[in-house]
């Protein structure tokens, strides 16, 4: 069975810090585009970071530049994203999703999804 599986979540406070991992179960990470997204409540989901196979293509949107930082750790067969400085709103459901071509990925489009991890951000 083909899955991902996020880890990492939790509470925190205002300026912490959280790393979050994304695992494949069934399929390796290595030769797909892996993008984080997340929706908070009563939002719609958005997308957070993206990393392209290869030489690591990366794209943020803009309320986390400089603050996130997307990764893959190849010996593990895992991307994280290292969140820094972190928010009341980033306080979301992050899930992490992965697919074959870059652009369809971090446009949402990806072939395989996690079932998410919650971050909360707060005092």
């Known amino acids: 069975q083909l899955q991902l599986v996020e880890s990492g979540g939790g509470l925190v406070q205002p300026g912490g810090s959280l790393r979050l991992s994304c695992a494949a179960s069934g399929f390796t990470l290595d030769y797909y585009a892996v993008g984080w997204f997340r929706q908070a409540p009563g939002k719609e989901r958005e997308g957070v970071s993206c990393?392209?196979?290869?030489?690591?293509?990366?794209n943020y949107t803009d309320s986390v530049k400089g603050r996130f930082t997307i990764s893959r750790d190849n010996t593990k067969s895992t991307v994280n994203l290292q969140m820094n400085a972190l928010k009341p709103e980033d306080t979301a459901v992050y899930y992490c999703?992965?697919?074959?071509?870059?652009?369809?990925?971090?446009?949402?489009?990806?072939?395989?999804w996690g079932k998410g991890t919650l971050v909360t951000v707060s005092s």
């Open positions: 999703a992965a697919g074959r071509h870059y652009d369809v990925t971090c446009g949402g489009g990806a072939n395989y």
């Open positions: 990393i392209s196979t290869g030489f690591g293509r990366t």
